[in-house]
Structure formats: structure tokens, C-alpha cells
């Protein structure tokens, strides 16, 4: 069983940056996608970006194309997004999935961590 935890959230103004990680523990197949989702207050949780086990291609929600940027180091067992020009619509708790899987848009299929807030002000 694949653990994960998110990590670098944190509070920042409008425009500003942030990294976030998530560390797994355990076996990892080569074959799954690793991906990003967020979930705002009051709303359901959303994909936001995903990535191949060899770093070879990516897939981002429109919302975040062309600020934010997710990457991977297999040696280390670590995913990242990188958040630039931060908006306060980015605000919510930001989760990341050891298994995520493109159907019915984008779901996570499987190990989810505690999640890190992101709080973007105006």
C-alpha cells in the first residue's frame, strides 16, 4: 500500500508562488500517473494536473495552464507543483493521487494523502 503526503502549503498573496511536494512511501508501479487535485470549501474536489511515471508528458486543467507546473523526481519518490501568479480562486486544500486515471475528466484511484492548504489573499 502506496502512502503519500502533501507538504509547502501555505498562505501568499495574489500573484506570488508556491511549491508544493508530495512524498510516497512504498512501491510504485511505473505504469501509473501521479496527479494533483484540489478541493475549494463548499465544493467538490478537482483535478488540476497529472503526470507520467517518466516525467514524459503532462496534463493541467485550464484553470492552470501556464502557471502552474508539475514535475517528478523518481529517486526521491516525489511529486511537485509549482504554483506561479497565484490567484485567490487557487485557494483550497490540495491533495495528490499515487493512481490518477483519465475518466469521466479526471479521478484519482489511489492513495490520497491529508492534504495541504493553499490560501491565496487579495
Known amino acids: 500500500q502506496v502512502q503519500v503526503a502533501e507538504s509547502g502549503g501555505g498562505l501568499v498573496q495574489a500573484g506570488g508562488s508556491l511549491r508544493l511536494s508530495c512524498a510516497a512511501s512504498?512501491?510504485?508501479?511505473?505504469?501509473?500517473?501521479m496527479g494533483w487535485f484540489r478541493q475549494a470549501p463548499g465544493k467538490e474536489r478537482e483535478f488540476v494536473a497529472a503526470?507520467?511515471?517518466?516525467?514524459?508528458?503532462?496534463w493541467y486543467a485550464d484553470s492552470v495552464k501556464g502557471r502552474f507546473t508539475i514535475s517528478r523526481d523518481n529517486a526521491k519518490n516525489t511529486m511537485y507543483l509549482q504554483m506561479n501568479s497565484l490567484k485567490p480562486e487557487d485557494t483550497a486544500v490540495y491533495y495528490c493521487?499515487?493512481?490518477?486515471?483519465?475518466?469521466?475528466?479526471?479521478?484519482?484511484?489511489?492513495?490520497w494523502g491529508q492534504g495541504t492548504q493553499v490560501t491565496v489573499s487579495s
Open positions: 493521487n499515487t493512481d490518477s486515471r483519465p475518466v469521466n475528466g479526471w479521478r484519482g484511484f489511489g492513495s
Open positions: 503526470i507520467t511515471w517518466s516525467g514524459g508528458s503532462t
Open positions: 512504498g512501491r510504485m508501479l511505473g505504469s501509473y500517473r
